[in-house]
């Protein structure tokens, strides 16, 4: 059965395990609304599970451990307005559980690691986002989600990144290049190597990027002061506190896996998230409906990670872009069908 909901708009949300997926796929539920947003975790489609893995001697992360052919099937269908029987991946056990009903909905996610590693699913993607986080970030996440949420010691998550490594390179980084923005989370600048590594080990300072691709269809990047210029802003002052080591801020134009982009870029803390309002009237085509919206939906959720860094702004721009595309591709198709 077909459900008529006009254009079905397919996100594509990539990234490693760990890599703060969970907190953008929030923000991106206050933009769309729960109702009108269902997210699809594709680890529902590993073809073996744990005890399979580990005979076959394969990472989640290896093709070999997923199915494609179901997933692009089952994303295809959703994207035509019909409903499936998903499968389940229990994380907790690492079995397959039986499947569930899913019905389509107005906004489609598909996050995980592999939605942009299917030429066939990749096609399917209204809007790719990558979230890219420096090895030595990635660690330290990962560490406090496993051991907290999971019940993993830390030696199992240590153990469990470094055999990962290799499939990681060859089969989820290469994603990258594929997506329209591409979230980079690093360790600060700010600092010079050597006092970081006594005065902040976790790397709670953090330098965010943002990389637009250019040229894409029903998405114009956001900058800074001047499109197409190069900004170097080091905003402290009276009207932005900073404490040390302050806080920076750039965008540019640049080259990234053969792709033209634009970066934005944020490299420190903000001390007070309300003074983000200065910060937001400076950018241009942040996709916001009116004068201090990016500001109060950082706001909303001041508890959420990386609310005080480029991590929430970053997501929380990426996620009003992801909604002024969504209504200029159901615009177009309302358009196109009045015409017919």
Known sequence: MTTDLGRVVLIGVAGDSGCGKSTFLRRLIDLFGEEFMTVICLDDYHSLDRKGRKKAGVTALNPKANNFDLMYEQVKALKEGKAIDKPIYNHETGELDPPERIEPNKVIVIEGLHPLYDSRV????????????????????????????????????????????????????????????????????????????????????????????????????????????????????????????????????????????????????????EEMIYIESHLSKTGTKFYGEMTELILKHKEYPGSNNGTGLFQVLVGLKMRETYEKLTASETKVAAEV
């Open 122 to 273: 990749r096609e399917l993607v209204d809007f790719g986002v990558y979230l890219d986080i420096h090895e030595s970030v990635k660690v330290n996440w990962k560490i406090q989600r496993d051991m907290a949420e999971r019940g993993h010691t830390y030696e199992d998550v240590l153990a469990s990144i470094n055999a990962r490594k290799p499939d990681f390179t060859a089969y989820i980084e290469p994603q990258k290049q594929y997506a329209d923005v591409v979230i980079q989370v690093l360790p600060t600048q700010l600092i010079k190597q050597d006092d970081l590594e006594e005065k902040d080990k976790n790397y709670k300072i953090l330098r965010v990027r943002l990389v637009q691709k250019e040229g894409v269809e029903h998405f114009e990047p956001a900058y800074l002061f001047d499109e197409g210029s190069t900004i170097d802003w080091r905003p402290c002052g009276r009207k932005l506190t900073c404490n040390y080591p302050g806080i920076k801020l750039y965008y540019g134009p640049d080259a990234y896996m053969g792709n033209e982009v634009s970066i934005l870029e944020v490299d420190g803390e903000f001390d007070n998230l």
